[in-house]
């Protein structure tokens, strides 16, 4: 008899889930990951990417996001992406350039006067190009989202000009360019994942590091670093990729899906990025932290300080790539990309951001 009622149950448990299934199940499943607290600019692009591509594609791909270090630290989320156990992810310069030296370029102090010039050089051949070099390295790389300007902090003295680096230990991403970064200025640098910084602070095991002000902010970082320059010594990205296999196995109509809405929300994130920044910088202030925002003069110290690194990068990355992007530099400077520059800033004054709603999600 036990038997027999355990024969039917299963059968009709079996056929309870078939039907329980729904129609629009999604065909593809994707995890996408990054590092930055929940809340934050990466993050609410990344969900509102999520939310339309499930909506584009009917329900066929759904994604689920994973931040703040959920799936592990940025060189173990973009390993994952190379064997395909994290289907896509955000990642910034500093990890990726274990993969990819040639990202690094892009972490040349100074390189870039304004966001528009990053967004120019990001969005153009130039990006284009070094997008291209995930391909052998099992990832296709999609856009550059914006992790922001940034600055150093330092719990041991004002930073104002070069000279106040000089011997303080400060943590880095797991990057040459940026230890040779702090190395130019005469200071200690000390690799470290992003996930383990609030605490070495807080411990003093450092004395200060350098981030865009919405990860100073959000990692709560004013707790233990009472002093910061607005310097912007370089512009971060995110990058966004996804398994080179997965992306090649999926339809053409998903993947341009992916590649419009991923520009679509990359503009959006930029700006509400943009908006953010100084936002927070009010709020950094108000938590008692000194900001120090450099006069013109101090600023080319800085450029003179760090100048020296452009030499050393030709031994981390190809000498050509350098050059491409010192020329950029130059041409910018001289005006060449004027075009573009207004194209960015009028195509930016239409987009609309939810700033408040995300500046709820911080105290």
């Known amino acids: 008899m036990f038997k027999k009622t355990f024969k039917l149950l299963t059968g009709a448990a079996i056929v309870s889930a078939l039907f329980a299934s729904p129609a629009f199940a999604a065909k593809y499943n994707f995890k996408l990951a990054h590092v930055i607290t929940a809340g934050t600019p990466i993050d609410v692009a990344a969900n509102r990417f999520a939310d339309l591509i499930k909506e584009r594609t009917k329900g066929e791909v759904e994604i689920k996001v994973f931040p703040a270090s959920q799936l592990g630290a940025e060189r173990a989320i973009i390993e994952g992406v190379q064997l395909g156990t994290v289907e896509m992810s955000f990642t910034t310069t500093g990890a990726i350039g274990g993969f990819a030296p040639e990202f690094q370029v892009l972490d040349l102090p100074f390189l870039f006067s304004s966001y528009e010039a990053a967004y120019t050089y990001l969005d153009g051949d130039q ?19 914006e992790n922001g300007f940034r600055n150093f ?16 230990k400060i943590r880095v991403m797991e990057s040459p360019m ?6 130019t200025l005469n200071g200690s640098p000390t690799p470290m994942a992003y996930s383990e910084l609030p605490n070495a602070l807080l411990q003093k095991v450092i004395d200060g590091q350098e981030n865009p002000t919405v990860n100073i902010y959000s990692a709560k970082m004013y707790e233990s670093q009472p002093y910061m320059i607005k310097d912007q010594h370089t512009y971060n990205v995110f990058i966004f990729k996804v398994n080179g296999k997965i992306w090649k196995a999926l339809p053409d109509d998903i993947r341009k899906t992916i590649e419009t809405t991923a520009v679509e929300v ?11 920044d100084g936002s927070f910088i009010k709020r950094l202030e108000a938590k008692g932290m000194k900001v120090h925002v450099p006069s013109k003069d101090e600023v080319k110290q800085w450029q003179v300080a760090t100048a020296p690194l452009y030499d050393e990068a030709k031994k981390i990355v190809n000498p050509a790539l350098v050059a491409e992007a010192m020329q950029f530099r130059t041409d910018w400077e001289a005006g060449k990309y004027k075009a573009s520059e207004q194209k960015y800033i009028e ?17």
């Not at 940026?178 to 190395?183: D, N, T, V």
């Not at 990359?266 to 953010?276: G, M, Y």
């Not at 195509?347 to 105290?363: A, R, T, Y």
Request: glycine share 8%.
């Open 347 to 363: 195509s930016f004054k239409k987009i609309s951001v939810p700033l408040d709603d995300v500046m709820k999600n911080f105290k």
């Open 178 to 183: 940026y230890m040779g970064l702090i190395k």
């Open 127 to 145: 990006g284009s190009k070094l997008l291209k070099f995930l391909d052998r390295k099992g990832m296709h790389g999609v856009v550059y989202l």
């Open 153 to 168: 902090t330092s719990s041991k003295n004002a930073i104002k000009v070069p000279a106040d680096m000089k011997g303080q």
């Open 266 to 276: 990359r503009d959006f994130q930029r700006k509400l990025n943009r908006e953010a």
